[in-house]
């Protein structure tokens, strides 16, 4: 299943930006959206994103790690802007409709995924 190479994406920007978190755990579960807990250091994944494009999953993993990154900031500029630049370090550019994405292209304007409502 997908979500292995979704753990290692995890994997990597915990080792990378959640080294002062003493242990932040990911879990996939079937819920309706997800959620960073600062409480419990967790992150809810839910597993109707595996039927989306890949380049949407990771934009997932890497909004709910950017709570922790951003931490109480809500989703503010702040927090945008960190997710952006996470975001293009994977050669994702996102294009946002107030705090969701609406669009992601690839760093040749290809589109890599858009949401099909408004
Ligand atoms: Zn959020």
New binding site residues.
């Given amino acids: 299943m997908k979500t292995i190479e979704l753990v290692d994406l995890f994997e990597y920007l915990k080792t990378k930006y959640l080294y002062s978190f003493v242990n932040i755990n990911i879990q996939f579960k079937s819920v309706k959206r997800g959620r960073?807990r600062y409480l419990t250091n967790s992150i809810t994944i839910p597993l109707w994103i595996l039927n989306y494009p890949i380049e949407y999953q990771y934009y997932y993993i890497i909004?709910?790690v950017t709570?922790f990154i951003a931490i109480y900031q809500g989703?503010n500029d702040m927090f945008k802007q960190k997710e952006k630049e996470l975001l293009n370090e994977f050669g994702l550019i996102p294009i946002y409709n107030r705090?969701y994405i609406k669009q992601l292209n690839g760093i040749n304007g290809d589109v890599k995924y858009k949401r099909n409502w408004l």
């Fill in positions: 960073a909004h709910e709570h989703h705090v």
